[in-house]
C-alpha cells in the first residue's frame, strides 16, 4: 500500500487506529483454549469486529514466534484474514548485517506479504536499505520508543546537545523517503511528538503507547499530525484485552470504536 492509499483510508473511515495483535495464551478468554487454534481464533473475532474502525493492523511477531513452528503458521493465517484495503504491520524489530537484513525482508515481504515492518536502526544503513529496496513496502524505523528505557540511548545528546534520536532521523532520512519510511514515536513521549515532527514533517509515525502504557492520543494528534495525517496510532492490550469474558470481541469493538469516534473529532480539528 503506498502512501496515499492510506492516507485515502484514514479520510473513508475518519480513523488512524492501528489495532495491535498481541495475543498471550495466558490472557486471551479461557474459553477460546479448547479450540484447535486459541490464538487464531481470538485474532479472528478480533479482527473481525474491529475492521470497520482500524486502518492498521499489527500482529506483535514475538507473540506468535514463541509458540514455535504453530506460531508462525498461525500468523501467517491471521495475516490472510486482514481484510486487503487495511495496512499490515509486522511489528518484528529486525536489523542485521546487509545480507541477513535481506532476507528478514524476504520473509515479511515475500513469504508473508505485510506491507511494513518495524525495523532497529542501531547497526546503520547497510542493515535498514535492504528492507527499503521492496516497491509499495515500508520500514517503520524505532526513532523514539515509548518505553522507560528509551532514556537509556535514544536521549542521550552528542557534544553539540543533538540527541541521538534526532540523529537517527536525520541521517535515515538519507535512505528513505516519506513514501516508504515511517518512524516510531511513543505516545509517551506527547512533549518530544512536536520536536520529532519538526524533523521529519511528512513522514508517517506509527505511535504506540496509547491505552495500556497512559499516552494522550489528543497530545499525539495536537504535536504530532500533518496535512495526510501522518499518524498511525496503536493500542494493543488495551482493545484486545478490554474483557476476557465470552463478549471480549465486542467489547473490543466497543473500544475500537471510542477511539475512532476521538480520532474523528481530532482529523475534523488538525486536518
Ligand atoms: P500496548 O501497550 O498493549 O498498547 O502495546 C503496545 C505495542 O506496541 C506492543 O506490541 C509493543 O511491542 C509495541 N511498541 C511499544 O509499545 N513501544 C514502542 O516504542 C514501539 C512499539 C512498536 O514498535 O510497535
Known sequence: MNQSELFSQIQ?????????????????????LSEKDPIFSFCKAIIEETADFAVAYKPNIAFFEALGAKGWETLAKVSELIPKDIFTIADAKRGDIGNTSKLYAKAFFESMDFDSVTVAPYMGKDSVSPFLEFENKWVILL??????????????????????YQ?????SQEWGSPQNLMYVVGATRGELIGEVRKIAPDHFFLVPGVGAQGGSLSEV?????????????????GIIYASSERDFAQVARKEAEKLQLEMRELLEKYL
Open 12 to 32: 473513508q473511515k475518519s480513523s488512524f487506529l492501528c489495532v495491535g495483535l498481541d495475543p498471550d495464551l495466558e490472557k486471551i478468554p479461557r474459553h477460546l
Open 143 to 164: 526513532a523514539l520508543t515509548s518505553n522507560p528505557g528509551s532514556m537509556d540511548f535514544q536521549l542521550i545528546e552528542d557534544k553539540a546537545g543533538k540527541p541521538l
Open 167 to 171: 540523529s537517527v532521523l536525520e541521517k
Open 221 to 237: 494528534a495536537k504535536f504530532g499530525m500533518n496535512s495526510s495525517c501522518g499518524l498511525l496510532v496503536n493500542s494493543s492490550r
